[in-house]
Nanobody
Framework: QVQFVESGGGLVQPGGSLRLSCVAS????????VAWFRQAPGKERERVAC????????YVTDPVKGRFNISRDNAKNTVYLQMSSLKPEDTAIYFC??????????????WGQGTEVTVSS
C-alpha cells in the first residue's frame, strides 16, 4: 500500500521547536519531491516547504523562512520538517505530499493524513 505517514506534532510553547517526520511506504521515496503543507482551522491549505528528489533543491515559503528547514534521508524513506521559533500562527495540521522528481506546488500524487501542531502557552 502506497502511503505517507506524518508524525512529530504536538503542543509546544511559543519560541519552541518541533521536528516533523514524513515516512513513505510502498514506494521508493528517492524518486519523489516532497512538500509540506499546513491547514489551520477555518483557513485554506497553505504551502510551507518543498524538497526535490535528491535533496539538492529546497524551497521555503515566506511565512516560515528562517525558522523552518526541510531535509530528507532517502535511505530511511523519510522527509523532515524542522520547525523552530514557533509562533501561535504556526498552529495547524501539517501534511506531507509527494510528486515525481522536482518541486512545484501542484500535481501531488500522494498525501498523508496529517499531524497536528499547536503552539500555545
Amino acid at each position: 500500500q502506497v502511503q505517507f505517514v506524518e508524525s512529530g506534532g504536538g503542543l509546544v510553547q511559543p519560541g519552541g521547536s518541533l521536528r516533523l517526520s514524513c515516512v513513505a511506504s510502498g514506494f521508493i521515496l528517492e524518486y519523489y519531491a516532497v512538500a509540506w503543507f499546513r491547514q489551520a482551522p477555518g483557513k485554506e491549505r497553505e504551502r510551507v516547504a518543498c524538497i526535490n528528489h535528491s535533496g539538492k533543491s529546497t524551497y521555503v515559503t515566506d511565512p516560515v523562512k528562517g525558522r523552518f528547514n526541510i531535509s530528507r534521508d532517502n535511505a530511511k524513506n523519510t522527509v523532515y520538517l524542522q520547525m523552530s521559533s514557533l509562533k501561535p500562527e504556526d498552529t495547524a495540521i501539517y501534511f506531507c505530499a509527494g510528486k515525481e522528481m522536482e518541486c512545484s506546488w501542484s500535481g501531488f500524487d500522494y498525501w498523508g493524513q496529517g499531524t497536528e501542531v499547536t503552539v500555545s502557552s
